[in-house]
């Protein structure tokens, strides 16, 4: 996997009213979150270790219409011909490209050197904006993409079930799925990769608790907003290392736990706002880091 891959430029949007709750205040009006995807660059402030010994030397990668031997093309060119079965609506015609034996020539598919094989393979699934419809089986797909290291279909109306563990994809790290149409419980089956550092189901229909793993899974991003999660928050909250977490806009209750004072070190941002949240666990002396946004709870 070269570091371009490490390198992709991610969006977020931010809310800009500073808010501590220092002496408890009323709640901050904050402008309505919109859907991604949104134009503001994404801070990647905290390094990350590389996905493989930067002293390996691996093969360059290769050019797209050239690519040697492709790690796991049979399974990859099933599973494609499958998903393009199951996508009923595709005005930018991305299917049409998803012809022949090189997956690197499929728009939306994207090609580098697999690390522990030094042969081209799929790292990254980019359906952003592609405004498909029609049943993603997730799970089913992604697991037929060994090599993955970035899945990302913001906008698009896909559904479905994330129906099994990630555990066994050894390279993925980011994961996109907002603005879809997925229903039912948390998919806690995506925190079972091992290397997730982005996580954003943002703006879909998920309902029921966050499940407390969701907090100690090692990720830079977590964003949640705009489902139906209820419940109250997870007391081990303040274990997430994460830099920017949004749970804005979903049906939460209780306070926020006590626990987030352990995240302050590396807390940017956390966003609380539209929820029904009750209580004012935060103290002035509280948060050090001059970014660290605590927005929405109310006092
Ligand atoms: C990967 O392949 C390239 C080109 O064949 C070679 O120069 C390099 O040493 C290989 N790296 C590993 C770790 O096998
Ligand atoms: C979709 O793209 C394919 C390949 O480029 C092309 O052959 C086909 O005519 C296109 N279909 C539509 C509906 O534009
Ligand atoms: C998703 O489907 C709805 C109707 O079910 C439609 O109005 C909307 O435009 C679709 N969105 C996309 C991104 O295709
Ligand atoms: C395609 O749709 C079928 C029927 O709903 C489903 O069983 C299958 O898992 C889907 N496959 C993919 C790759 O989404
Ligand atoms: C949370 O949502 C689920 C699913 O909609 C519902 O069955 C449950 O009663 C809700 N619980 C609370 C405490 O609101």
């Not at 290769?62 to 790690?71: I, R």
């Not at 997925?182 to 091992?194: D, E, H, K, T």
């Not at 977590?222 to 049906?251: C, D, S, V």
């Amino acid at each position: 996997m070269s570091t371009t891959f490490l390198l992709f430029i991610l969006t977020i949007g931010t809310c800009s009213i500073h808010s501590l709750a220092q002496t408890c205040p009323p709640p901050p009006r904050c402008p309505p979150i919109s859907p991604p995807p949104r134009p503001l660059p994404f801070p990647r402030v905290r390094p990350r270790p590389p996905l493989y010994p930067p002293a390996l030397h691996l093969m360059p990668r290769q050019p797209n219409n050239n690519p040697g031997p492709l790690a796991n093309g049979a399974r990859i060119l099933f599973i494609t011909q499958e998903l393009k079965r199951n996508i009923t609506f595709d005005p930018r015609n991305y299917t049409g490209t998803w012809v022949g034996n090189n997956y690197c020539l499929f728009r939306g598919f994207f090609c580098d050197t697999v690390p522990d094989r030094n042969i081209t393979g799929l790292a990254a699934i980019d359906f952003n904006g592609a405004r498909f419809g029609g049943i993603l089986n997730f799970y089913r797909f992604v697991m037929n993409l060994p090599d993955i290291a970035i899945f990302h279909a913001n906008s698009n109306n896909f559904s479905g079930p994330i129906n099994s563990n990630l555990n066994q994809l050894r390279y993925f790290y980011e994961l996109d799925l907002s603005n879809n149409k997925f229903i039912g419980g948390f998919p806690s089956n995506v925190l079972r990769a091992q290397k997730l550092t982005f996580v954003d189901i943002r703006f879909n229909n998920y309902l029921g608790p966050v499940p407390a793993q969701a907090f100690n899974i090692d990720t830079d991003v977590l964003f949640i907003n705009n489902n139906q999660f209820n419940r109250t928050i997870p007391a081990n909250f303040g274990n997430t290392p994460a830099l920017y977490l949004t749970l804005a806009n979903n049906k939460l209750t209780g306070s926020i736990p006590r626990s987030i004072g352990r995240a302050w070190n590396t807390l940017v941002e956390a966003l609380f706002l539209g929820n029904r949240l009750t209580g004012c666990p935060l103290k002035s002396d509280t948060c050090r880091r001059p970014r660290c946004w605590i927005l929405g709870s109310t006092c």
